[in-house]
């Protein structure tokens, strides 16, 4: 009990309010982009060929979506080829991804869509519209919702928008900048236009690729590493101290940490991070 409040009383760890201030915003954003110097995830600078893109990194990982696209593309390398292919020949192209004809299904779709549209498998038009116009035609899409319209126009046509993903969603929650409203994996629509408005606009690429990063790396859905985390100076969920503030060792402590922290693989991390012999 002495050592919980020897840490939650301590100057460095941020308080829910600090959490929630602009400067620590630009504070995380400072630290994030100095450590993945925003890696883009292999995003593509055409929409269309990103929209396709995104829907095959659906439910898979980085890996395994790439290899899907890329067996798309050597099967289809024109979108005019394929936007007459079959749904049975797109779900074949793209079956190691996983939900292939749900996806397929989505791709003819939306090339339907487009070719009404615009009269040819593309989307360049969008480049000279607004951002309001161009969203609200993503979003008439098949299966397209905010997430993956603020994608595309984030990656393809260079908008100020922030896409709120899952790892997005889990980093912000527990840096405190916002209060959830459901408790699921990506937030409601409403959340994530409360969340774009956070991140000054010429921030909202940086950020958006390096808590992608730091998700995958460190800030993890059931097991963050907040030993090691590059944010945990300046997380208000860090159940850990800096290295030297007490000795040479961090302290932690199983019950200051998040709830996501409170798992076996958790505990084992901070179990070897040594308490100082004054708290023992
Ligand atoms: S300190 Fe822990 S909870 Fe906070 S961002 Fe890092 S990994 Fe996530």
Not at 109 to 124: A, H, W
Request: overall charge positive.
């Amino acid at each position: 009990m002495l050592l919980v409040s020897a840490i939650a009383s301590t100057p460095n760890r941020p308080s829910n309010m600090r959490g929630r201030s602009p400067k620590h915003l630009l504070e995380v954003a400072d630290v994030l982009r100095r450590r993945y110097r925003d890696f883009n995830h292999y995003n593509l600078t055409d929409p269309l060929d990103e929209l396709i893109f995104i829907i095959c990194s659906t439910r898979t990982t980085e890996r395994g979506y790439r290899d899907t696209y890329r067996a798309l593309r050597q099967r289809f390398p024109t979108n005019g080829g394929l936007s007459i292919a079959s749904v049975a020949e797109i779900t074949e192209a793209i079956r190691q991804g996983g939900l292939s004809r749900k996806k397929a299904l989505q791709i003819q779709g939306i090339f339907g869509v487009v070719q009404s549209r615009f009269g040819r498998p593309t989307l360049d038009e969008l480049r000279s519209w607004s951002d309001a116009d161009c969203e609200g035609f993503l979003l008439q899409l098949p299966g397209v919702g905010k997430k993956v319209a603020r994608c595309v126009m984030l990656y393809a046509l260079g908008r100020y928008v922030f896409p709120v993903d899952e790892n997005c969603w889990r980093v912000s929650s527990r840096l405190g900048w916002i209060r959830r409203t459901r408790r699921n994996r990506s937030g409601s629509p409403r959340d994530e236009d409360r969340l774009q408005s956070k991140p000054p606009p010429r921030l909202r690429y940086s950020l958006h690729v390096n808590m992608i990063s730091l998700g995958r790396e460190f800030c993890s859905p059931n097991n963050p590493n907040c030993v090691e985390c590059p944010l945990n100076s300046l997380c208000p969920e860090i159940g850990t101290r800096r290295m030297g503030e007490m000795g040479s060792v961090a302290v932690s402590i199983a019950n200051a940490v998040p709830e996501k922290c409170q798992n076996g693989a958790g505990k084992e991390r901070l179990a070897l991070h040594r308490m100082p012999s004054t708290f023992e």
